[in-house]
Structure formats: structure tokens, C-alpha cells
């Protein structure tokens, strides 16, 4: 007999461990009625076990953790372990709804929006910027999306508007939170269709980033499926407050029901960076929690210096288009301290 639900999180050594910890540890506290969802761990790729004390803090959890080799192809692009992983899941996990959850989220209230009513198969968050995104066809990034469709059989044109600047671009959902209807085989044909892209080299302009997510937006154009959209408070981009929409910006932590948080407790001054959102109340209980569970888990690593390292990063990514190969980058990290 199958589950109603169960949660799928990836989670390999180094930094993945703390955040796929707090957020089981966030689940089993603030989740309400969802709050025992089966939450199954994967580690896709050959090489070291996570840390012993990460395993037996999982079991205390009752989260199921497995290293098995599925992503072997394009172990390189660590990417590559969502698709494969949820295709894992959808073909060995006995659940009616799948929900996949990138680590650097929290939960703070129950996601009863998880439970997919009968006529909807997925529900997701759009992309919150343009990114690799397309506006259309006087987009400079619109040939890669052009190529995509043609690749993947799309013969239908959807839109979304983006949190940040409210901008009409071409269908682009955010791939670290999906919750599906196991019996749609959306995950499998993600998995396939990403593994086509990949063998074909597509990628964007900025090179190889984003390719998955990216191709689970035309692979869900394809299947002409209706995505449902998750409310602004599901997966709400902590560190990105101060630019979204006036109209979406949350005030209380009361009112989130999850946060995707990026590398923000990775930086020494992750908590003066939280004090500094525009009208945003820390004056919470779950935010004191929150905190808590930062330090307990040791989770800061870099000095702020990392920041700027992987902006100059995506900007010499950007001159290698115009064929200038500069390497700014590894002069900074052989002369600061991170």
C-alpha cells in the first residue's frame, strides 16, 4: 500500500550535510499534520560517505539515507544529481506525491499545499529572476530556449512573471522545489530529456549552470502539463527580500511556510545580513530557533570575501564568450584568507 507523500532530499559531505540536517530537523518540528512525512536522503555519486554523525543524526530523525552511484554519467556537474535522483525515486518510492527539496531550505509552518488536489500533477515557484531566462524573441538568450523546444517537442508557448521585477519570461520554474503526482511520470521524462540535452551539449549562455532546471521548464511545457504555483510563502527567497515585489515581500516569520536561504549561513555575517531586510520582523521565536540551529550545526564557513569571489567567478564565465580567458579569481583566493 502506497504513502500519501514523501519528501526527497539529496544530501553529500561537506556543507549539504548541516543544511539537509536543519531542514529534516525543521520538517519533524514545524510541519503540522506532514510533520512524519517519510524523508528520503540520497547520496548519487561515488566517493567518500557522509560523516557518521550526520548518519546517526539522520536516524534519529527517521530520515533513510542511501549512497547509490546513480549519477555516474555526469558526475562532474553536481546539478545532475536532481534529475537523476527524483527519476531514482519515482521508480523505488512507493508514494502517491513526491516532493523534491533542494537542502537550503527551512520549513516554519505545514506545506499543507504539498497535498495536490486530483486534477493537478505539479506544483512548483517560478524562477525568481530572469536569469537564463527569455523574454521572447528580441532576447539575447532566446536562441538557447528556441533550441530547447526544438529539441523537446514543445509546441506551446507559456509565460510566467518573476518575483523579482515582475518580468514576462518564458515558462522558467525553480527546480529546488517540486512536489509532483508520482502516477504523471514527470520526474522520468525530466531525467530523459535532461540526459538528451546534456549528450547533445546545449547549454546556456553562461555555460553549463542551470541546465537541469532549465530543461525541467521545457520538459513541462512539452508534457503541456497545468503548474500549479505554489503562494509566494512556500520557499521564500530569504536573502533576495529586498528585491522582490512590493506585493510579495512577507513581513513575519509567522507568515512563511518555508524559506530557500542559498549560501546565507555560510557567511560570517549571515545575521547582520537577515537585520538588514527592508521592514522584515526578527523578533520571532522560529528565528531564534533558526539561529540556534545555524550555530549548533557550525554551519558558517566564509568570510564575505567568498561572495565577491563567485561574482568575479560568473563575470570571467561571461568573457569566455568573447574568447578572453581571465583568471581574476585565483589571484584573489591565493591572497585572501576564506
Not at 38 to 59: C, D, M, N, W
Not at 223 to 232: D, K, R
Request: glycine letters at 4%; one cysteine or more.
Amino acid at each position: 500500500m502506497s504513502i500519501p507523500i514523501a519528501f526527497i532530499i539529496c544530501t553529500e559531505p561537506g556543507r549539504l550535510e548541516g543544511q539537509s540536517l536543519m531542514l529534516a530537523e525543521s520538517i519533524r518540528k514545524f510541519c503540522g499534520e506532514l510533520k512524519n512525512t517519510p524523508i528520503y536522503s540520497f547520496h548519487p555519486r561515488v566517493g567518500e560517505p557522509i560523516l557518521k554523525q550526520t548518519q546517526q543524526a539522520f536516524e534519529a530523525l527517521q530520515v533513510t539515507h542511501q549512497q547509490i552511484p546513480i549519477n555516474r554519467e555526469f558526475h562532474e556537474y553536481y546539478l545532475a544529481n536532481k534529475p537523476l535522483v527524483c527519476a531514482y525515486a519515482e521508480e523505488n518510492i512507493d508514494a502517491e506525491i513526491l516532493v523534491f527539496l533542494d537542502s537550503d531550505k527551512c520549513f516554519f509552518s505545514e506545506p499543507k499545499e504539498f497535498l495536490l488536489p486530483v486534477d493537478c500533477n505539479v506544483r512548483m515557484r517560478p524562477e525568481y529572476g530572469q536569469g537564463i531566462g527569455s523574454t521572447g524573441l528580441q532576447d539575447p538568450q532566446e536562441w538557447y530556449w528556441q533550441k530547447l523546444y526544438e529539441v523537446l517537442g514543445v509546441k506551446r508557448e507559456v509565460f510566467v512573471d518573476t518575483p523579482i521585477g515582475n518580468k514576462r519570461i518564458r515558462a522558467y520554474w525553480n527546480s529546488g522545489l517540486i512536489a509532483v503526482r508520482k502516477s504523471a511520470g514527470i520526474f522520468r521524462t525530466w531525467k530523459d530529456n535532461f540526459e538528451k540535452v546534456m549528450r547533445l551539449d546545449i547549454t546556456p549562455p553562461q555555460g553549463i549552470y542551470f541546465v537541469e532546471q532549465s530543461v525541467l521548464s521545457v520538459t513541462l511545457c512539452a508534457l503541456e502539463e497545468n503548474v500549479e504555483h505554489l503562494p509566494p510563502n512556500y520557499s521564500y527567497p530569504l536573502p533576495l527580500h529586498n528585491r522582490l515585489s512590493k506585493e510579495l515581500q512577507i513581513k513575519h516569520w509567522d507568515d512563511i511556510v518555508s524559506i530557500h536561504y542559498f549560501n546565507l549561513f555560510f557567511y560570517n555575517d549571515w545575521h547582520g545580513q537577515i537585520k538588514n531586510l527592508k521592514n522584515f520582523n526578527v523578533n520571532s521565536k522560529k528565528y531564534q530557533w533558526l539561529s540556534e540551529e545555524v550555530v549548533r550545526l557550525n554551519m558558517p564557513r566564509v568570510s564575505v570575501w567568498h561572495r565577491y569571489l563567485l561574482g568575479v567567478r560568473r563575470m570571467e564565465q561571461k568573457l569566455k564568450s568573447f574568447n578572453l580567458d581571465i583568471n581574476f579569481s585565483r589571484w584573489i583566493e591565493n591572497r585572501v584568507k576564506f
